[in-house]
């Protein structure tokens, strides 16, 4: 079982940037693939960026490419989403997700088997 608790959302203006954390609880986090997801009013939860285990290997939805990053701190229990050069378009609640998995991190919500509460991030223009 795993908890996870997002926090570091808010309001900032388009161009600005934000890093998102999720800390999670329970044990084995290092086995754990974990993946950021975001739903804006109206609109089906999307896929952001996910990462493995390790913290080798990333990947990114074309959304988030060369402007997001997402890691991982294995010793702290904690996935991060920096989003830089942000767009009133990025306005969500972002979720962050685990499933348990070695080998690579699903881009689908139904693949993962644990979610957060979610934050706000709210872009003006």
């Known amino acids: 079982q795993v908890q996870l608790v997002e926090s570091g959302g808010g309001l900032v203006q388009a161009g600005g940037s934000l890093r998102l954390s999720c800390a999670a609880s329970g044990r084995a986090f290092s086995t754990y693939a974990m993946g950021w997801f975001r739903q804006a009013p109206g609109k089906e939860r999307e896929y952001v960026a996910a990462i493995n285990w390790s913290g080798r290997n990333t990947y990114y939805a074309d959304s988030a490419q060369g402007r997001f990053t997402i890691s991982r701190d294995n010793a702290k229990n904690t996935v991060y989403l920096q989003m830089n050069s942000l767009k009133p378009e990025d306005t969500a609640v972002y979720y962050c997700?685990?499933?348990?998995?070695?080998?690579?991190?699903?881009?689908?919500?139904?693949?993962?088997?644990?979610w957060g509460q979610g934050t706000q991030v709210s872009v003006s223009s």
């Open positions: 997700a685990a499933t348990r998995l070695l080998i690579g991190a699903p881009v689908v919500p139904r693949e993962y088997n644990y």
